[in-house]
């Protein structure tokens, strides 16, 4: 049951470029979508989220993306720094009805931002 | 900055054991989860709490899961007779609100357990 999807299991860019992450969702009822950061042996970090009535959200260098017609969602880092260098999950949540209060996670992109 | 604490970080216990994980979440947040993630596989959804009750939990949080806020602070995650599947990293996450949608679940570091 793969209801959020992350099909890219790891991306390299180089420091300075523009590392994009991509994420696809299955399930309608998934209207608020978040992005998190996680190192090793550390929990997932939140990063920046986006509510369905929007399209685009801004926080300093990241950029999510949601497009509803195709239920994919991106996160745009720009410049990537090497700090930058973790694990990215996707998850998504309806905000009402059943499974409204869990959080589904993709698998997750393991980013490595070459100096 | 806030943050959720979780203790122990790495509990190591016998099979058919009972294990209980400690979670301090963020001081006014409201709801509380538990997460846990098999090795290599996906964060996993168990239980929310809110207002000292199950608010929604899943399949994978039987009858050998329980929760429990015991005070004002802690929030307890038990395991009645661990089985060798509930090996994973358990996440505890609080988020601000409900009601207000659009609120992040923030997440402790996570306690490993390992069953023997």
């Known amino acids: 049951d793969q209801q959020v999807k992350q099909n890219s299991p790891s991306l390299s860019v180089q420091e300075g470029r523009i590392s994009i992450l991509n994420c696809d969702y299955t399930?309608?009822?998934?209207?608020?979508f978040l992005w998190y950061k996680k190192y090793p042996a550390e929990g997932p970090t939140f990063l920046i989220s986006?509510?369905?009535?929007?399209d685009k959200n801004e926080d300093g260098r990241f950029t999510v993306f949601l497009n509803k017609s195709a239920k994919h969602l991106s996160l745009h880092i720009v410049p990537s720094q090497p700090g930058d260098s973790a694990v990215y999950f996707c998850a998504a949540k309806a905000s009402s009805g059943a499974g409204s209060y869990q959080l589904t996670f993709g698998k997750g992109t393991k980013l490595s931002v070459i100096p | 900055e806030p943050e959720v604490t979780q203790t122990p970080s790495h509990q190591v216990t016998q099979m058919g054991q009972e294990v209980i994980l400690r979670c301090v979440p963020i001081?006014?947040?409201?709801?509380f989860y538990w997460y846990r993630q098999i090795l290599g596989q996906k964060v996993e959804f168990l239980v929310s709490?809110?207002?000292?009750?199950?608010?929604?939990k899943s399949e994978i949080f039987d009858d050998q899961f329980s929760v429990e806020r015991p005070d004002g602070s802690n929030f307890t995650l038990k395991i009645r007779s661990t089985k060798l599947e509930d090996s994973a990293m358990y996440f505890c996450?609080?988020?601000?609100?409900?009601?207000?949608?659009?609120?992040?679940?923030?997440f402790g570091d996570g306690t490993r357990l390992s069953i023997l």
């Open positions: 996450a609080s988020s601000e609100s409900f009601s207000l949608w659009n609120q992040p679940q923030h």
């Open positions: 001081s006014n947040h409201l709801y």
């Open positions: 399930n309608s009822m998934f209207d608020y």
């Open positions: 709490f809110y207002n000292n009750e199950i608010s929604e």
């Open positions: 986006i509510s369905s009535i929007k």
